[in-house]
């Protein structure tokens, strides 16, 4: 089972920027398309960006709403920079690897000035 780390969330003002990174335990991490959800309080969780194991994202509205995922193999980790944040964006934000049914812990991002 590979075991997936986010970090990076924390508290960021309207208007401000992020980058989450999602660490993965094992290195056949190159062999799999990867994405970024998030659950708001009272929500279900949704879908923020994906990407394939070549580097091509998935989810073209994730750009149009200021979310770039990228993906760096050798490193075998993940990323989602997120740029012009708004209060709706608070959430915790979860990795996942859909072909082998792994979630990350979450990582909190609050937007609140």
């Known amino acids: 089972q590979v075991q997936l780390v986010e970090s990076g969330g924390g508290l960021v003002q309207p208007g401000g920027s992020l980058r989450l990174s999602c660490a993965a335990s094992r290195g056949i991490f190159r062999n799999y398309a990867m994405s970024w959800y998030r659950q708001a309080p009272g929500k279900q969780r949704e879908l923020v960006a994906g990407i394939s194991t070549g580097g091509t994202t998935t989810d073209a509205d994730a750009a149009k709403s200021g979310f770039t995922i990228s993906r760096d193999n050798d490193k075998n980790t993940v990323y989602l920079q997120m740029n012009s944040r708004k209060p709706e964006d608070t959430a915790v934000y979860y990795c996942?690897?859909?072909?082998?049914?792994?979630w990350g812990q979450g990582t909190q991002v609050t937007v609140s000035s």
């Open positions: 996942h690897v859909f072909a082998i049914g792994s």
